[in-house]
């Protein structure tokens, strides 16, 4: 069974650049949260893709996209980029009929916008 | 809506100590609530959670939290702890009504440090 992936692993931007951050999900699993972390705090949620549509979204800016694709891989895109948009972004895929809440997270891609 | 306050950001303890992870949390609806570990290196990972039913939940290293519905609380304990317990732990919680099953609100996460 192949866990959550994320690539790339690091990057480095500048302000104003856009972004594209992947995700594979765990095998079998149908659903892809998006995470962003900051330095020293929890993950707070941008969204929820679920069947290749937006299910759920938290406090961001349209700037932060995302699109599913028909075998359940995920992007994270992030236009105009910002300073404070420096941190751990953090995927995490469940299934349906799972848990509420068990998330599979990968490892995470760690940007720094300069 | 929902919020989670980790009451401890640090957490040193000796090895064999018991150790308490603080955790309550502010909303208006049900929820389920979480405890994540992240070990040095890894992705976040589920440690135990509480749906329904009994308040008291464990996990299968030896830790276990309780739900408080009248403190809001949900703080992680473990008798005695051991070297490999080192990680960030991470407290969240759900809206149980909801229908995004993968949307937590999660604290801001408590490192705990054991010491030999």
């Known amino acids: 069974e192949t866990g959550v992936t994320q690539s790339p692993t690091h990057l480095i931007k500048t302000r104003g650049q856009q972004v594209t951050l992947r995700c594979s999900s765990q095998?079998?699993?149908?659903?892809v949260s998006w995470y962003q972390q900051a330095l020293g705090q929890g993950p707070q949620f941008i969204f929820q893709?679920?069947?290749?549509?937006?299910?759920g979204r938290g406090n961001f800016p349209p700037r932060f996209s995302g699109l599913q694709f028909p075998n359940y891989s995920s992007e994270l895109n992030v236009n105009a980029l910002e300073l404070d948009d420096s941190a751990l972004y953090l995927c995490?895929?469940?299934?349906?009929?799972?848990?509420?809440?068990?998330?599979?997270f990968g490892e995470g891609s760690r940007l720094t916008v300069l | 809506a929902q919020s989670v306050t980790q009451l401890d950001s640090q957490v040193p303890v000796f090895e064999e100590a018991p150790v308490e992870l603080r955790c309550n949390y502010s909303?208006?609806?049900?929820?389920?609530l979480f405890w994540y570990v992240q070990y040095p290196n890894q992705g976040l990972q589920l440690l135990l959670k509480?749906?329904?039913?009994?308040?008291l939940v464990e996990s299968i290293n030896g830790f276990e939290a309780e739900f408080n519905k009248s403190q809001t609380s949900f703080h992680l304990r473990k008798p005695s702890v051991h070297i490999s317990d080192t990680a960030e732990y991470f407290c969240?919680?759900?809206?149980?009504?909801?229908?995004?099953?993968?949307?937590?609100?999660f604290g801001q996460g408590t490192i705990l440090t054991v010491h030999p």
């Open positions: 509480y749906l329904s039913g009994s308040t």
């Open positions: 893709y679920y069947r290749e549509e937006e299910n």
């Open positions: 995490a895929s469940s299934g349906t009929g799972g848990i509420p809440g068990e998330l599979f």
């Open positions: 969240a919680v759900m809206n149980a009504g909801g229908t995004s099953y993968g949307k937590l609100t």
């Open positions: 909303s208006s609806v049900s929820v389920y």
């Open positions: 095998s079998g699993h149908n659903t």
